[in-house]
C-alpha cells in the first residue's frame, strides 16, 4: 500500500518469535527495539503510530485487529539509529488477555490515555499495573495523553499525568496526532532513554 | 404468463428411476424423466405459497419441522387462549403460522391483562410486537421498498446505520430482516438495527420465547407470523434469532444465523462459553467491541455472495501456469510450519495450500475472508491476530498474519505458534517476491478487470480440448459466422436460448463458478432477487425430508429457473421467462461442456485428492 517505512526491511534478522531477544539487538551505533503501545480503545495508538511511520492522520476510526505491525528508523543527533519494531496493539478487552504475547519481552512500552477521558486514563493505570508485573524490568515506560488538541474536553489534568508517571519511574508527555504536536518528540525521547550497549 | 409445460407435471417424482449418474458426461436429457416441474400459475399472490406447494408434492414426510411445530403450537396456544387475538393455523406440510387479526393491532395495545407470549409483547418498550409489527407492515410497505431500493442500489456502507433506532421506533419495525445475538439470560449482543443496550425489552422477550419452549423438554425453531418468519437457533449460552419478511425459506435463514455464529466463533473462540458458566448474567458485549462492521459485511453478504448458501468458495479465473506458480510458493511455505497459506483478491481465492492432511471448510474461508476484508485495520499494516476458525476447532485459536500485497490480494498465513509472526514474515516476503517475479500479482489485477465467464461467450460448438477462457491465453477465440449471427438474433440480451446467468458448483472441489452479470441484471437489486430465486432452489433441492431432486425447472414472471444436480455437479441456471424448456436444456448441457473446458482457470484444482 505503498507506505516505505513499513515495507519488509529485507536485511532484518531472523529471530524467531514476536521478541527479538531482550527486545533490543544492538550494534553500539545501530539499535533495533521492540515497542508497544498499550492502551483503552479509541484512545488514538494507531494514529500516534501512523503519523509517526508515515506522517499521516486519518480521523476517521479504524479499529484495529489484534495487533499492527509497523517499523520505523529515526537517527538520533550522536549518529546512532534507532529502529523501532512498533506493535500497534488492538484496545478491545477480548485482546487483553493476548496481550502478553505482544509486550513480552518489549523494550519500550508507551501506555497512551486519551486526555478527554477519565477512564482511558484509568485504562492506562492497569496497564501500568500490568507490565510492572509481567513486562521486563528494565523496560523504558512512557506514559502519553493524546489528543492533546482537545484542550475545551480535558478532563485529565497535566498534572495528574505527570503525578502518576512520575510515582511510577515513567516518562511523560502529551501529545496529538491530529496536528503532530510531539509526537516525534516522544520518539526522540524515548530513544535517549534507552539503554546503550556497551562496545565490545 | 406461459403454463404450456405443465404437461409435465405428472412425471415429476424425485429420484425415480435413477441409475448412478456418470461423471458431467451425461446429457441433462437422460435426466429428465425425472423433471419436476413447477411452473407458477401467476404473479406474486402465488409465489408466496411455492416453496411449499413445490416440498410438498415431493413426498409427504417432515418430520424434523413437524416434530418441533408440535411444541410451538402448545405455546400458541397458551397465547391464543391469554390474549385471544392470535390464531394458530397449522398450513398443509404441518408448519405453524401465527397470525394477528387484521384489527390485531388495536387490540394488542389495549390487553394489559394477557399472560404468556402476549404478555412479554406488552412489556417490552413500546409495546412492540410481532404481530403489531406485521399490522403496521401493511400500510407502510411502499415506503420499505423505496427504501430498498435506494439502500441496494447506493453504494453499501459498511458498519452499523440507524444506532438511534430502537423496538419502538416505527423505522426499526419496518426494517425487512433482522438479526439477533442475545444470551441465554436475554442479555443483548449484537442486533443488526438499533443500540443492542436500548433492545434490552425486546432481547428479553426472545428469549422468553425460547425458554418457555425449552422449558417443554423441546426447542422452537421457527415461528410464522403473518408474512414474517422469526427463526431460532440455540448454541448453548447463546440465542440467535433472525426476523424476516423476505420469503426467503426457513434453511437459508438458519444457515445466515449458523454463518453469524460462526462468524462469533472466528472472533471468540467457542471458549466464551466459560464466561458464562461462570456468570450467567455475563455481558458479552464488550467482548465484540469494534466488530459491528464485521457483522453487518457478512449480513450484506447473504444478499450477493452465493458462497453464503452454496457452501463452496469460488476462485479468480486465471491460467493454469499463474496459479500453479503461486500454489508452488505457498506450498513451501506450507511445508516450513503453515498451517494453512492462502492469498486471495478480494472474496475469490488465487491459490490456497494446507498442511498436509488439514483441510479448509468453504465455510470457515468466507468467514475468514469477510473478516479481514471488512476490518480497514488490516489494510494499514502487517498484522498477527487471533482467529479461530469454527470448522477447524471451534474451541482454539490460530494466528493469521495478514498482509495486503496490493489494494484487492492480501495473503492470509494461519498457524498455531503465537511466536511465529517474525517466520510468517519472512515467509509473506519469500512469497511476494516470486509472486512479483512470475507476474502473478499483474495477472490478478487483469483478471480482475477481464471479469470471469459471460453468458454471451458461450460457445456454439464444443471447443475443441484445449479451450480458454482468457483470450489472451487461449489465442483468442475464433468467432465462427454462426456464433456472430446467433448473438444477433438474440439482440443482444443474455446468451444463447435466452440463458441469462448461471452458477456451477462442483461438488468434489467445494467450489463454484458464476457467470458475470449482464443484461438484464444490472442493478443490485435486481441481483438480489437473482440470489434469492437460486436460495430457493438450493434449499428445495437439498430438503432433506423429501429427498434429493434431480433436476427442477421453474418458470415465474422473472426468469425462468433450471436446477439440474447430479453426484459431481449443481448446476442453477436463469433463462429470459419466455425461454423454451427443450432449448434450455440443451444450453445447460453446454454451460457444463465449457465449464469443464475451462476448468484449469476457473478452479483450483489439486486442493483436494479427488480433484483429477
Not at chain 1, 519500550?108 to 513486562?135: C, M, N, R
Not at chain 2, 509472526?421 to 509472486?435: A, G, N, P, Q, S
Not at chain 2, 433441492?541 to 436446477?563: N, P, S, W
Request: hydrophobic content about 35%; aromatic content about 8%.
Amino acid at each position: 500500500m505503498g507506505c516505505s517505512s513499513s515495507l519488509p526491511d529485507r536485511a532484518s534478522g531472523r529471530l524467531g518469535g514476536l521478541n527479538s531477544e531482550n527486545g533490543a539487538v544492538n550494534d553500539a551505533k545501530n539499535l533495533r527495539v521492540k515497542l508497544v503501545l498499550l492502551g483503552d480503545s479509541g484512545v488514538g495508538k494507531s494514529c500516534i503510530v501512523l503519523r509517526f511511520v508515515r506522517g499521516q492522520f486519518d480521523p476517521t476510526s479504524k479499529v484495529t485487529i489484534g495487533a499492527s505491525f509497523l517499523s520505523q528508523t529515526i537517527a538520533l543527533q550522536d549518529s546512532t539509529t534507532v529502529k523501532f519494531e512498533i506493535w500497534d496493539t488492538a484496545g478491545q478487552e477480548r485482546y487483553a488477555a493476548l496481550a502478553p504475547l505482544y509486550y513480552r519481552g518489549a523494550a519500550v512500552a508507551v501506555v497512551v490515555y486519551d486526555i478527554t477521558s477519565p477512564e482511558s486514563f484509568q485504562k492506562a493505570q492497569y496497564w501500568v499495573k500490568e507490565l510492572q508485573k509481567h513486562g521486563s524490568p528494565d523496560m523504558v515506560m512512557a506514559l502519553v495523553g493524546n489528543k492533546a488538541d482537545l484542550q475545551e474536553n480535558r478532563e485529565v489534568t497535566v498534572q495528574d499525568g505527570i503525578d502518576y508517571a512520575e510515582k511510577n519511574g515513567m516518562f511523560f508527555i502529551e501529545t496529538s496526532a491530529k496536528t503532530a504536536d510531539n509526537i516525534n518528540q516522544l520518539f526522540e525521547e524515548i530513544a535517549k532513554r534507552l539503554p546503550r550497549p556497551t562496545p565490545s | 404468463m406461459s403454463s404450456s409445460d405443465g404437461g409435465d407435471d405428472g412425471s415429476a417424482s424425485s429420484g425415480a428411476g435413477s441409475g448412478p449418474v456418470v461423471l458431467g458426461s451425461k446429457p441433462i436429457e437422460d435426466g429428465f424423466s425425472q423433471l419436476r416441474v413447477t411452473d407458477l400459475a401467476n404473479g406474486g399472490a402465488a409465489n408466496d405459497g411455492d416453496g411449499e406447494a413445490a416440498a410438498a408434492e415431493g413426498s409427504g414426510g417432515r418430520e424434523g419441522i413437524a416434530a418441533e411445530v408440535g411444541e410451538v403450537e402448545d405455546g400458541g396456544a397458551a397465547s391464543a387462549r391469554a390474549g385471544g387475538r392470535s390464531e394458530i393455523e397449522e398450513i398443509g406440510e404441518a408448519r405453524v403460522m401465527w397470525r394477528s387479526n387484521s384489527e390485531g393491532e388495536g387490540e394488542a395495545q389495549g390487553s394489559p391483562s394477557s399472560s404468556g407470549y402476549a404478555g412479554e409483547r406488552g412489556s417490552s418498550s413500546g409495546g412492540s410486537g410481532i404481530g403489531e409489527e406485521e399490522g403496521e407492515e401493511e400500510d407502510e410497505i411502499e415506503e420499505v421498498r423505496s427504501d430498498a431500493v435506494s439502500d441496494s442500489q447506493a453504494a453499501w456502507m459498511p458498519g452499523k446505520r440507524h444506532v438511534m433506532q430502537d423496538d419502538a421506533s416505527i423505522s426499526w419495525r419496518k426494517r425487512k430482516k433482522h438479526f439477533f445475538i442475545l444470551s441465554h439470560s436475554g442479555k443483548p449482543i449484537y442486533s443488526r438495527y438499533g443500540d443492542e443496550h436500548k433492545l434490552a425489552g425486546f432481547s428479553a422477550t426472545l428469549q422468553a420465547i425460547i425458554s418457555f419452549v425449552e422449558n417443554g423438554g423441546d426447542r422452537v425453531k421457527l415461528v410464522r407470523a403473518g408474512k414474517h418468519q422469526v427463526v431460532f437457533l440455540v448454541k448453548g449460552p447463546i440465542y440467535l434469532v433472525c426476523i424476516s419478511c423476505t420469503e426467503e425459506p426457513y434453511e437459508s435463514l438458519r444457515g445466515q444465523l449458523e454463518l453469524i455464529y460462526g462468524q462469533m466463533i472466528l472472533i471468540l473462540t467457542k471458549s466464551v462459553n466459560r464466561c458464562f458458566e461462570k456468570n450467567p448474567k455475563f455481558d458479552m458485549t464488550p467482548l465484540l467491541g469494534g466488530t459491528d462492521v464485521v457483522f453487518s459485511s457478512l449480513i450484506h453478504s447473504f444478499s450477493w455472495n452465493p458462497a453464503t448458501f452454496l457452501h463452496a468458495y469460488t476462485c479468480l479465473p486465471l491460467g493454469y501456469a499463474t496459479r500453479q506458480a503461486a500454489g508452488a510458493v505457498l506450498q513451501d511455505v506450507a511445508d516450513s510450519g503453515v498451517l494453512f497459506a492462502i492469498l486471495m483478491c478480494k472474496h475469490k481465492v488465487v491459490s490456497l495450500v494446507g498442511a498436509q492432511k488439514a483441510s479448509l471448510h468453504p465455510d470457515d474461508m468466507l468467514l475468514l475472508a469477510n473478516f479481514v476484508m471488512s476490518s480497514e485495520s488490516f489494510r494499514t499494516s502487517e498484522n498477527f491476530s487471533p482467529i479461530c476458525l469454527p470448522r477447524y476447532n471451534p474451541m482454539a485459536f490460530l494466528y493469521a498474519y495478514v498482509h495486503y500485497l496490493d489494494v484487492e490480494t492480501y495473503l492470509m498465513l494461519l498457524t498455531t505458534s503465537s511466536d511465529a509472526f517474525y517466520h510468517l514474515k519472512d515467509c509473506r516476503m519469500r512469497i511476494e517476491t516470486v509472486l512479483l517475479k512470475s507476474n502473478v500479482l499483474s495477472e490478478v489485477q487483469r483478471s480482475m478487470l477481464d471479469g470471469g465467464m459471460r453468458v454471451e461467450d458461450l460457445p456454439i460448438d464444443p471447443l475443441p480440448r484445449s479451450g480458454s477462457l482468457l483470450p489472451r491465453l487461449g489465442q483468442g477465440r475464433p468467432v465462427t459466422d454462426s456464433q456472430e449471427s446467433l448473438k444477433e438474433a438474440y439482440a443482444g440480451i443474455g446468451g444463447p436460448a435466452g440463458l441469462w446467468h448461471f452458477i456451477y458448483r462442483s461438488i468434489y472441489l467445494d467450489q463454484y463458478v458464476a457467470s458475470e452479470f449482464s443484461p438484464p441484471f444490472n442493478t443490485l437489486r435486481q441481483q438480489k432477487r437473482l440470489y434469492r430465486a437460486y436460495q430457493k432452489m438450493y434449499a428445495s433441492m437439498h430438503d432433506k425430508g423429501i429427498g434429493a431432486h434431480k433436476t427442477q425447472f421453474r418458470r415465474d414472471e422473472h426468469y425462468v429457473l433450471l436446477c439440474w444436480v447430479t453426484q459431481d455437479f449443481e448446476l442453477y441456471a436463469a433463462f429470459d421467462p419466455l425461454a423454451d424448456k427443450a432449448s434450455a436444456i440443451k444450453t445447460c448441457n453446454r454451460v457444463c461442456q465449457w465449464v469443464k473446458d475451462v476448468e484449469n482457470e476457473i478452479f483450483l484444482l489439486g486442493a483436494s485428492p479427488f480433484s483429477w
